[in-house]
């Protein structure tokens, strides 16, 4: 179970878009992470900008 998250810390403006996310280097986003924007969570489930696979 994972208790603490010790990883780079984020700093800087939102991004405007995925696409900026992914070149920024951290996409996907949880609603935790502090450039999380709902406007980048298409589907709302809490993650934003992550991978669309198709159907």
Do not use: K, V
């Amino acid at each position: 179970m994972l208790t603490s998250f010790s990883g780079p810390a984020y700093s800087g403006p939102p991004p405007r878009n995925c696409a900026e996310a992914r070149a920024r280097g951290i996409a996907p986003m949880t609603r935790w992470h502090p450039a999380y924007s709902a406007h980048l969570d298409r589907d709302g489930d809490g993650i934003a900008c992550e991978p669309y696979y198709g159907r």
